[in-house]
């Protein structure tokens, strides 16, 4: 893959899709002790397993030119107006081509292509999800621009025109293809100091879609 294709797909990862819908399968299993609802996905040469909150909904599916794409949300918000999001995505035969650290240091760069304030970048633990390598990292905008907006109708919605992002990011090297997990929440900016998801708290917000399996 060339160099200007994973920089495209990798801003995707940044600034998402928004544009689309369709039908996704996956299986649920509700875990009442818990309260979660555990998801597998097929995507290209494997399966993805992982949890989301039981008022959790498939908000966007795509997949298209070897990479596939599902964001999740809760249940009572719209992907024009979201406080928290899961993305689950695929990267069809690229694991060869790109470890998973180099990939988190290359959607950094799409982050600070894109950000008005601070971009924050933490690599935290990596841990191996049934024998695949993987790489983790915090990464967030202190103050970026309400991008998921253009293409809407003029005043067709309200909304603050700048927003803190943060959020827990995890690519995983596949057989053959390349994932990337991450949960983001976003709303009033913030600084550098005031980070909602940090070091000493990202397992507990990791916690409601954790564990992840891949087979």
Request: glycine share 4%; hydrophobic share 40%.
């Amino acid at each position: 893959m060339k160099a200007s294709q994973l920089r495209c797909w990798v801003s995707y990862s940044v600034l998402f899709y928004f544009s689309f819908s369709q039908s996704l399968y996956a299986s649920d299993d509700v875990d009442v002790a818990i309260d979660k609802i555990a998801k597998r996905l097929p995507i290209f040469s494997q399966k993805l397993s992982f949890y989301l909150p039981h008022d959790w909904k498939l908000a966007f599916s795509q997949s298209e030119d070897g990479m596939f794409t599902a964001e999740f949300l809760p249940k009572n918000e719209q992907l024009r107006n979201w406080s928290s999001m899961v993305c689950i995505q695929g990267f069809k035969d690229l694991s060869a081509n790109i470890e998973p650290s180099d990939f988190l240091d290359t959607m950094a760069e799409a982050y600070r292509d894109n950000c008005y304030g601070d971009v924050l970048y933490e690599r935290v633990d990596d841990e191996f999800i049934d024998g695949h390598q993987t790489a983790s990292a915090i990464m967030g905008c202190t103050r970026m621009p309400n991008t998921h907006l253009n293409g809407l109708q003029a005043n067709a919605y309200k909304a603050l025109e700048h927003l803190g992002e943060i959020g827990h990011y995890t690519a995983v090297k596949g057989e053959n293809d390349l994932y990337l997990i991450h949960k983001s929440m976003r709303g009033e900016e913030f600084t550098s100091k005031s980070a909602p998801v940090e070091r000493a708290n990202y397992r507990e917000f990791m916690s409601a879609i954790t564990p992840f399996k891949l087979n």
